[in-house]
C-alpha cells in the first residue's frame, strides 16, 4: 500500500482537531475543477466548496465558494473592508497555505488565514471541500464547515 501525500496526512490531523466528522476520499485523479470534482463525487458542482486564496492589501485571504459562483472580487473586497482582491500566486498559495492550487483545504495553515464563507453553500446538506491535496476531498455540512474555519459568511456574487 503507497503511503499517503504528508498533506493529507496533515489535513486529517487538523480535521480531527478540530472535531471535523466527514469522510476523507482519495480519487484516482486530481480533480483541479469543482465540475471534475462533482463528477467525480456524484454532486451538485453548487455543493463543491473552492478554496480560493486572494492577495488582499498584500495580505492571503481565503474565499470558501460555491463551485457554482464566480467571485465578485470588488464586491468581496467591499464587503470585507479591503481595497482591492486579487488572484493569489502560485508561491503565495503555497507559503500561505501549505498546499498547492488546486488541493487548498478550509483548515490546516501553517498560520491563521482571514477566511470566509460563501453563504450559498448553506443550499447543500453535504458539501465537499479540498483536504490538502489536488486528489484529496473531504464531506462536511456548512454549519461545521463555518465551526471549523470561524469564517463570517458573505456573499461573492
Known amino acids: 500500500m503507497a503511503s499517503e501525500h504528508p498533506s493529507i496526512t496533515r ?11 466527514g469522510d ?4 484516482p485523479d486530481s480533480v483541479h475543477t469543482a465540475a471534475l470534482a462533482a463528477e467525480a463525487l456524484g454532486c451538485e458542482v453548487g455543493a463543491i466548496a473552492n478554496s480560493l486564496l486572494f492577495e488582499a492589501d498584500g495580505e492571503p485571504l481565503l474565499v470558501l465558494t460555491s463551485g457554482a459562483h464566480r467571485v465578485d472580487t470588488g464586491k468581496v473586497a467591499a464587503t470585507v ?5 486579487r488572484r493569489a500566486t502560485p ?8 498546499q498547492v492550487i488546486g488541493g487548498v483545504s478550509p483548515i490546516g495553515h501553517p498560520a491563521p488565514v482571514p477566511t470566509y ?4 453553500l448553506q443550499q447543500h446538506p453535504v458539501v465537499w471541500a479540498a483536504a490538502g491535496h489536488p486528489a484529496a476531498v473531504f464531506s462536511t455540512t456548512y454549519d461545521e464547515l463555518r465551526a471549523m474555519t470561524g469564517a463570517p459568511e458573505i456573499d461573492v456574487e
Open 81 to 85: 473592508g479591503v481595497a482591492r482582491l
Open 24 to 27: 476523507v476520499v482519495i480519487l
Open 91 to 98: 508561491e503565495l498559495v503555497r507559503s500561505a497555505t501549505g
Open 117 to 120: 464563507l460563501d453563504r450559498w
Open 11 to 21: 489535513f486529517r490531523e487538523e480535521h480531527a482537531r478540530r472535531g471535523g466528522t
